[in-house]
């Protein structure tokens, strides 16, 4: 498994941007693809986006599509979230995920992922 850190939440505006990072540790990150998850208060644990283990394909959920790119760094060991355009109903504790290259499930799939991070609080005021 590897150990992943979250940065860069915070407070913004509406229609502001924000930058999250993820760090991963240890040396088998390029078997992992990633995924970014937010969950709000009283609300499930809901997939943002993810990134396949070469970066060549990345998926969105509706919600997020247009505003929010997700990307990796392998070489750095890092996976980002380039968040603009935000909304109030964007306010969540994001979490970043791993998913091994050959286990089960799909990206959407909350189960699929075998490491996560502690999450990073994003609040964006109206």
């Known amino acids: 498994q590897v150990q992943l850190v979250e940065s860069g939440g915070g407070l913004v505006q509406a229609g502001g941007s924000l930058r999250l990072s993820c760090a991963a540790s240890?040396?088998?990150?390029?078997?992992?693809?990633m995924g970014w998850f937010r969950q709000a208060p009283g609300k499930e644990r809901e997939f943002i986006a993810a990134?396949?283990?070469?970066?060549?394909?990345?998926y969105y959920a509706d919600s997020v599509k247009g505003r929010f790119t997700i990307s990796r760094d392998n070489a750095k060991n890092m996976v980002n979230l380039q968040m603009n355009s935000l909304k109030p109903e964007d306010t969540a504790v994001y979490y970043c995920?791993?998913?091994?290259?050959?286990?089960?499930?799909?990206?959407?799939?909350?189960?699929?992922?075998?490491?996560w991070g502690q999450g990073t609080q994003v609040t964006v005021s109206s």
């Open positions: 990134i396949t283990w070469s970066g060549v394909m990345t």
């Open positions: 995920a791993a998913r091994y290259i050959y286990g089960g499930g799909t990206y959407r799939d909350k189960g699929a992922y075998d490491s």
């Open positions: 240890g040396r088998t990150f390029g078997t992992y693809d």
